[in-house]
């Protein structure tokens, strides 16, 4: 079965920095696009980015310049760093894998940017 397990969450303060990870099973990694989503107290989710299994990245432009997600195929994992961290980048962050047609979850990290 597919696993996806989040850490690395925490408080933080603005313009400080964090690196999350997500560690995965269960599924042939190597072979998927991973997909980091983030969700806000009274918001709806929302896309933060993704990398192909071709190493290829994307980001939603609340983030370009600021994030970058990464993936280390041996180890299976997908990490997301997060530098210059913003109020507005408060969230619970969430590793998201979509295989045959169905997305799998991870159950979230929180983080919060505050002083």
């Known amino acids: 079965q597919v696993q996806l397990v989040e850490s690395g969450g925490g408080l933080v303060q603005p313009g400080g920095s964090l690196r999350l990870s997500c560690a995965t099973a269960?599924?042939?990694?190597?072979?998927?696009?991973m997909n980091w989503y983030r969700q806000a107290p009274g918001k709806q989710r929302e896309l933060v980015g993704t990398i192909t299994s071709g190493l290829t990245t994307t980001y939603a432009d609340s983030v370009k310049g600021r994030f970058t997600i990464s993936r280390d195929n041996a180890k299976k994992t997908v990490g997301l760093r997060m530098n210059s961290l913003k109020p507005e980048d408060t969230a619970v962050y969430y590793c998201?894998?979509?295989?045959?047609?169905?997305?799998?979850w991870g159950q979230g990290t929180q983080v919060a940017v505050s002083t």
């Open positions: 998201n894998v979509n295989r045959y047609n169905h997305d799998y």
């Open positions: 269960g599924f042939p990694f190597t072979l998927y696009a």
